[in-house]
């Protein structure tokens, strides 16, 4: 049973330029969070997402993020005109359940230049 | 508002010996706690958890203590071994569900072989 993957696991944009973050859950799993950790702090929720739907966005910056969770394929993070303070680590994670343990992917490692 | 707190950015224990790592929260709202290990380039993994109407629950080597009125909770780790190395992560989450967790900043733990 595989994990939580999540690609790519490096990405580098110039400033301005859109990032794309992919993340497919644990099999049967239809709940998936979206988390940044800043260099030296601990993750940050961002958002909650079951298929189709958002759930919690309270952790979202208003503007240039958004997240999707199509009924087929990946849970996508964007981030559009991105800029230097957005360079972090971006952690997916999936549950099969809102009560379950949460289960995290490897991270994408976002650089913008 | 750093929510999950845990003071102590670093620590060293011999092998063999117990390993404590502390976590303190403030917002009183928090039901439902847990501790994540993460290496270093790689995603969180779930450890253990406990919540708030047990004051202890133990996993092999593992053993989480939670103090309500104090708002503390550690995690012992006994008897340490070198592959314990890697940053601790407390978790906390509101209404027994598992979605938004809030995290600390994370101890980093070395096993001294």
């Known amino acids: 049973n595989a994990g939580v993957m999540q690609n790519p696991r490096h990405l580098v944009r110039r400033r301005g330029q859109e990032a794309r973050l992919r993340c497919s859950p644990m099999?049967?799993?239809?709940?998936v969070y979206w988390y940044r950790q800043l260099p030296e702090e601990g993750l940050k929720f961002m958002v909650y997402?079951?298929?189709?739907?958002?759930?919690?966005e309270s952790g979202m910056p208003k503007e240039r993020f958004s997240a999707e969770f199509p009924k087929e394929g990946p849970s996508i993070l964007r981030i559009q005109q991105v800029v230097r303070g957005d360079s972090a680590a971006y952690f997916c994670?999936?549950?099969?359940?809102?009560?379950?343990?949460?289960?995290f992917g490897p991270g994408t490692r976002l650089l913008v230049l | 508002d750093q929510q999950v707190k845990q003071n102590s950015p670093s620590l060293s224990v011999q092998e063999g010996r117990i390993s404590i790592l502390n976590c303190d929260y403030t917002?009183?709202?928090?039901?439902?706690f847990l501790w994540y290990k993460k290496y270093p380039a790689e995603g969180p993994t779930f450890l253990i958890s406990?919540?708030?109407?047990?004051d202890k629950n133990e996993d092999g080597r593992f053993t989480v203590f939670l103090n309500k009125s104090a708002k503390h909770l550690s995690l012992h780790i006994v008897p340490s071994q070198p592959g314990d190395s890697a940053v601790y992560f407390c978790?906390?989450?509101?209404?027994?569900?598992?979605?938004?967790?809030?995290f600390g900043t994370g101890t980093r733990l070395t096993i001294i072989p």
């Open positions: 994670a999936s549950s099969p359940d809102r009560r379950e343990t949460q289960y």
């Open positions: 099999k049967g799993h239809s709940h």
């Open positions: 997402l079951q298929k189709e739907n958002i759930i919690d």
């Open positions: 917002n009183s709202m928090f039901d439902y």
């Open positions: 406990i919540s708030s109407i047990k």
């Open positions: 978790a906390a989450s509101a209404n027994f569900g598992n979605e938004k967790l809030t």
